[in-house]
């Protein structure tokens, strides 16, 4: 829930400036169909062999304009939602180091291995694993399997020490983290 203001304010700036390119799309649509209504009336003098070549290019322009600032009107920005973050012991550390502000998940194995302070001045969550369902990736390691799993049921990523694809979940490194 504490995501939820910032993510609405990201929303609400891309809204605004996709109305604001719309709005110019079609307003300049306007001005060429009534720039192309003044050429067809003679209005503004252009010979008779550049008249039609004119209104038709006009034409196309004023009907490109409208159509791409309709459609930059009726479609919806989707907001790009933050990864959640399952992390391992080296990887809490190297986030606490950096003094990362955002929620990070470990599990109850990695917990263990945290000094107390860490564990109490970095918003971190708790999850249990099934251990036997951990047990199909322990050729990566105790903590590192489970943190495999957790990041899959997440469908996160894993940070840690090292930059890889286990499993196929991204394993990224603190320094790769947004702030």
Same mark, same amino acid.
């Given at each position: 829930?504490?995501?939820? *203001? ?12 996709? %109305? /604001?390119? !719309? ?14 209504? =003044? +050429? ?5 003098? +252009? ?5 039609? /070549? ?9 009907? $490109? ?6 459609? =930059?009107? /009726? ?6 939602? @933050? !990864?959640?973050? +399952?992390? %391992?012991? !080296? ?18 194995? /990695?917990?263990?291995?945290? @000094? @107390? ?9 708790? =999850?249990?694993? %099934? @251990? *036997?369902? $951990? ?7 105790? *903590?590192?399997?489970? $943190?495999? =799993? $957790? ?9 840690? !020490? ?8 991204? +394993? ?8």
């Amino acid at each position: 829930m504490e995501d939820l *203001e910032p993510l609405m304010e990201e929303i609400l700036r891309k809204i605004r400036f996709r %109305d /604001t390119i !719309s709005a110019i799309l079609i307003s300049s649509a306007f001005v060429i169909f009534g720039l192309l209504m =003044l +050429v067809i009336l003679d209005v503004i003098a +252009v010979s008779g062999l550049m008249k039609g /070549t004119i209104s038709i290019s006009l034409l196309i322009i004023s009907w $490109a304009l409208m159509v791409s600032g309709i459609y =930059l009107l /009726t479609s919806f920005p989707a907001p790009r939602l @933050p !990864s959640k973050l +399952v992390a %391992d012991s !080296s990887g809490v550390m190297a986030l606490f180091e950096r003094r990362y502000p955002g929620k990070i998940y470990v599990t109850r194995e /990695t917990f263990k291995r945290l @000094p @107390p302070a860490v564990g109490l001045r970095m918003n971190i969550e708790v =999850l249990e694993i %099934d @251990p *036997e369902e $951990a047990k199909k990736f322990e050729k990566y390691g105790e *903590e590192l399997s489970h $943190a495999i =799993l $957790a990041a899959k049921n997440l469908k996160g990523k894993i940070v840690s !020490s090292e930059r890889k694809k286990l499993e196929g979940i991204e +394993v990224i490194r603190a320094e790769d983290v947004k702030i």
